[in-house]
């Protein structure tokens, strides 16, 4: 007869295994990476060289250009960033801002970075790059700088594009890059949430580690149907700092459970010898092929699913031992315009920020078609 307390010990054991197994299985069907930030040990990984979609951690590659061109004195933190026509006209998630508001860099780039709206991360690419393309070049050209081969940058924010994509391990990269060499700008990553002001409701930051996991300090989250749902969390505990980079989870609160597992395991981690991020050498398949998840993230079946994966109230269900409930409210902090957009109709004249800018027509006969 088995004792009562070895029973106990082998159920535990075999739900604690079961639980590893759920949990490797899941981890092996999507790309990931952890990495300590001193250092640029690599202490955790699977398909990092797999091309994925970014989504909104595009944002992160934004917000290098500008710190960029903040430290050279190019831009303040005071510039102005003026909404356009066409920024104004990106989709969702934006705020809203019409052509003409102005806003400062400053207030800019804590949208961007807690409520990832599209509008503001144009502006903000047509005020550092003088246009989208303009800033996509200069995208390009610091990632290629700082290491980054596996990746390439057609905008500012991360909208659906073939030709916009990236990798976990330079997504790690670019992390490890933006903590390294910017420190003092760690705080935008950090903004659990943002008051717009004017009676708009204070919007809070998708990143779910933030004042849940412990040491949680960054960084973004992103999403479109073809990338599943993509994290770069970060956490800092007895000053040492530890990324994690999650692509292509199906569920928002499934990226949050592998990067907190992830940085858990991370910090548990100690002793060098290992691969860096530097000298990973790269893997896999055929990697020139995007990763498209559109059919599986984006089905009936799958956005049914994901609400099903809420309690009553339409809270998310975070199963992990890692994160904690938040019993306060998220810190808020005042973002708002400096100017708002002139009111045409009020005079005769018609401020430049509204005349919308011609586009290329088509040419014909045998020439090549022009597209916009």
């Given at each position: 007869m088995i004792p009562r307390i070895l029973k106990?010990?082998?159920?535990?054991?075999?739900?604690?295994?079961l639980a590893v197994s759920q949990s490797m299985s899941a981890a092996e069907a999507n790309p990931y990476m952890s990495v300590d930030v001193a250092t640029g040990q690599v202490l955790a990984h699977n398909e990092a060289f797999k091309r994925w979609y970014p989504a909104s951690l595009t944002k992160m590659m934004s917000a290098y250009v500008v710190f960029r061109a903040l430290r050279s004195g190019q831009k303040t933190l005071?510039?102005?960033?003026?909404?356009?026509?066409?920024?104004?006209?990106?989709?969702?998630?934006?705020?809203?801002?019409?052509?003409?508001?102005?806003l400062t860099l400053d207030n800019a780039l804590k949208i961007m970075m807690v409520k990832s709206a599209n509008d503001v991360s144009v502006a903000v690419a047509e005020s550092v790059g003088g246009s989208k393309a303009g800033f996509a070049k200069m995208m390009n050209a610091e990632a290629k700088r700082i290491g980054m081969f596996g990746s390439n940058f057609s905008n500012p924010h991360g909208l659906p594009d073939p030709n916009n994509y990236t990798t976990a391990r330079d997504m790690a990269l670019l992390a490890a890059q933006l903590r390294r060499e910017f420190p003092e700008y760690a705080h935008y990553f950090n903004t659990e949430a943002i008051d717009p002001g004017e009676g708009k409701k204070v919007q809070a930051n998708y990143n779910i580690l933030l004042g849940r996991f412990n040491g949680a300090d960054g960084m973004k989250t992103g999403f479109i149907c073809a990338s599943g749902f993509n994290l770069a969390g970060s956490a800092t505990r007895n000053g040492r700092t530890i990324v994690a980079i999650v692509l292509g989870?199906?569920?928002?609160?499934d990226r949050t459970v592998q990067a907190a597992e992830l940085l858990q395991n991370g910090f548990a981690t100690r002793g060098g010898g290992g691969a860096t991020l530097a000298s990973l050498a790269p893997y896999g398949g055929n990697n020139n092929q995007v990763t498209d998840l559109r059919a599986q993230i984006c089905s009936q079946e799958a956005m049914s699913d994901r609400w099903d994966g809420r309690d009553v109230e339409g809270r998310l269900k975070i199963n992990s031992s890692y994160i904690t409930a938040m019993t306060r409210e998220p810190v808020a902090v005042p973002v708002?315009?400096?100017?708002?957009?002139?009111?045409?109709?009020?005079?005769?004249?018609?401020?430049?920020?509204?005349?919308?800018?011609?586009?290329?027509?088509?040419?014909r006969g045998n020439m090549t078609t022009a597209v916009n």
């Open positions: 106990q010990s082998v159920l535990a054991m075999t739900v604690s295994c005071e510039s102005p960033v003026r909404m356009s026509v066409a920024a104004s006209k990106e989709p969702p998630s934006k705020m809203g801002y019409k052509a003409g508001s102005v989870a199906s569920r928002q609160e708002g315009l400096i100017a708002k957009a002139p009111d045409v109709k009020a005079g005769n004249s018609l401020h430049i920020s509204q005349v919308p800018i011609p586009l290329q027509r088509p040419m």
